[in-house]
């Protein structure tokens, strides 16, 4: 008897000494100290459902990135996901934006509902940044600032589901203040969550341009991630529900209302029941949609894991209602949809068109308009004139972008030197913008070409001294 009760207070010993000296949680310690977990949701999935939903941009023009990632949380929630498991990163300056012709209001198509009523908001403006977002899906409170405090606390039993919607590029997905995620970043918070023993199986959603390139030759298939894009690594996501479109807002937006990778994916959930459509299933779904848009249209990939494919939606996303024999219906009509950046343009011209003549309103929307264009007008003759330096004349530079990776291969062989040249373009010739970061692919061919970092700088500095 003594000996029992001995063991016992030695247990418990060893249970508060982890707790203060990790992140052991203790549902991580019974499990850890017994082999299993007991906790079993509704759908007799083992482990609890934990979602991070990012919309990585600002600014009214991009109202579809926020609506996007508002309508993913009405569709977890009503799956059963809790608030205390789904964390949400959004600027949040769309809802009350003086643009916005529904105060309060977020709509993700032409007759949605509202999707911002009840939307936690656990990072927004400042918080929103690459700092937070790599935190919290590690479980690492120390490394938040600001914020909810909430983080992905999550065990061995575990399953993770991360969807991004924003403006991306090559190797990037960018945020807002001029803040970008990096791939190799991205991949290796993932490989420290997998090497934590922190979750079962990852479903990440990315909707972004050249979103592919964030795991493509990157994200192994042993760490039990699950991964689809918008885009390979050398294309545009589109936009939809935008402005004069057939399916358009009601006529007083003059913004798009959403993605058409996101769109998809949402309302493929909302007609088939989550636990009669798998993975792979919506994926098909989704693939469909993209590639009826025509030759505008982008093409969605996968990465990882191909057995998590097989797994039903709702381990992820919880029980949702719907057709309960998957027969690959998902919509009634052909979308139109416009590049990422002219969506951009097609706000701010529809503002200009609408501003009553002879108003300031409609001199600080010609303003506006004129500065977007003219930063991308420098922008791309920066970047062709140092090309063109480096490599002795436009036609060798007109060969180094054009040239492919290899499919397989990560779009560049030195993440150091990629970084190196964006800071350096930016330091000599000002702020990219998620429009210029359309460039990056030719930092990152400039270094597997062998571009040093002071070639780079001489050329810049020349190129654009009294310009940024």
């Known amino acids: 008897m003594a000996l ?47 979602a991070v939903l990012v919309a990585g941009s600002r600014g009214f023009q991009n109202y579809r990135h926020q609506a996007d990632i508002c309508h993913a949380y009405q569709i977890l929630k009503r799956g059963g996901l809790k608030d205390e498991n789904i964390i949400v990163f959004m600027y949040d300056d769309i809802a009350y934006n003086e643009d916005n012709p529904k105060k309060g209001v977020i709509i993700n198509s032409p007759h949605g509902e509202d999707v911002y009523n009840g939307v936690p908001k656990d990072y927004t403006g400042k918080n929103l940044n690459v700092r937070n977002l790599l935190g919290v899906i590690l479980g690492d409170k ?10 992905v606390d999550s065990g061995p039993n575990d399953h993770i589901f991360i969807y991004y919607a924003d403006h991306g590029a090559y190797g990037v997905l960018t945020m807002p203040d001029f803040e970008d995620l990096y ?3 991205f991949i290796k918070t993932m490989k420290k969550k997998h090497e934590l023993g922190t979750y079962k199986s990852m479903v990440i959603y990315v909707e972004a341009c050249e979103a592919g390139s964030i795991f ?79 030759s505008e249209g982008s093409h969605e990939m996968w990465f990882g894991s191909n057995q998590i494919s097989k797994d ?27 590049d990422q950046h002219q969506a951009d343009i097609l706000f701010f011209k529809r503002k200009v068109i609408r501003a009553v003549e002879g108003s300031m309103e409609k001199e600080r929307a010609k303003k506006e308009l004129e500065d977007v264009l003219s930063h991308r007008n420098h922008v791309d003759s920066t970047i062709k004139a140092i090309g063109t330096s480096l490599f002795g004349g436009n036609q060798g530079f007109q060969m180094l972008t054009n040239t492919l990776r290899s499919t397989g291969q990560p779009i560049v062989d030195d993440w150091n030197c ?13 702020p990219l913008s998620s429009y210029g970061k359309k460039h990056l692919r030719t930092f990152a061919k400039m270094c ?21």
């Open 4 to 50: 029992s009760i001995f063991a016992i207070l030695i247990m418990f010993l060893s249970f508060f000494t982890q707790i203060a000296t990790s992140r052991l949680t203790p549902q991580n310690f019974m499990t850890n100290s017994f082999g299993t977990s007991s906790s079993k949701s509704k759908d007799g999935v083992e482990g609890t459902k934990w």
């Open 142 to 151: 120390k490394a938040i600032k600001g914020g909810s405090g909430k983080v």
């Open 183 to 185: 791939a190799d970043d």
């Open 216 to 294: 493509e030759g990157l994200l192994p298939k042993e760490w039990n991630i699950y991964a689809t894009t918008a885009s390979n690594s050398e294309e545009s996501s589109w936009a939809t529900y935008c402005p004069g479109f057939d399916v358009a807002p009601p006529p007083q937006y003059d913004t798009c209302l959403g993605d058409l990778y996101s769109v998809s994916w949402m309302e493929d959930s909302e007609t088939h029941s989550s636990q009669a459509e798998t993975l792979e299933q919506q994926y098909m779904v989704v693939k469909k949609r993209l590639t009826e848009a025509g």
């Open 312 to 338: 039903l939606r709702s381990q992820y996303m919880g029980t949702t209602p719907g057709r309960t024999t998957f027969n690959g219906a998902h919509y009634n009509h052909t979308h139109q949809i416009v």
């Open 418 to 430: 990629f970084k190196s040249m964006v800071a350096i373009y930016e330091k000599h010739c000002g």
């Open 448 to 468: 597997n070409a062998g571009i040093q970092q002071n070639q780079m700088a001489q050329a810049s500095s020349l190129v654009c001294a009294g310009t940024s």
